[in-house]
């Protein structure tokens, strides 16, 4: 953060992205959220996406838990069988379940 404060630019990994975000959301630095967005979008793995997710569920980061959530439904083949996604809540993995569905549905038409 305080890197983002002086240099106007941030070192975000998927270690960091839901903290850092959570801190740019109660600062209100728009351009560093869009940072952590970006990161987390083109770092996203079939075995990252699982352990973010809940992290981002865990910190109510929306945004984030979003674009994993994205990523989870058009990578769900790849994503199921992970070990990741055996440690995720209940209530994510039903929403993974019903998005995938209703991409599956969409996609029919």
Same mark, same amino acid.
């Given at each position: 953060?305080? *890197?983002? %404060?002086?240099?106007? #630019?941030?070192?975000?990994? +998927?270690?960091? /992205? =839901?903290?850092?975000?959570?801190? &740019? ?16 979008? *083109?770092? %996203?793995?079939?075995? #990252?996406?699982?352990?973010? +997710?809940?992290? /981002? =569920?865990?910190?109510?980061?929306? &945004? ?46």
């Amino acid at each position: 953060m305080l *890197q983002y %404060l002086y240099t106007d #630019t941030a070192t975000v990994g +998927l270690e960091n /992205a =839901v903290p850092l975000y959570n801190l &740019a959301e109660m600062y209100f630095l728009e351009q560093l959220k869009s940072l952590c967005c970006k990161a987390v979008r *083109q770092q %996203l793995t079939r075995n #990252t996406v699982a352990p973010l +997710l809940q992290e /981002a =569920v865990d910190s109510q980061c929306w &945004a984030i838990k979003d674009i994993c959530l994205h990523y989870a439904v058009l990578h769900y083949v790849e994503v199921a069988d992970t070990e990741g996604m055996s440690r995720l809540s209940q209530e994510i993995l039903l929403e993974i379940i019903q998005a995938h569905a209703t991409h599956m549905r969409r996609a029919a038409l």
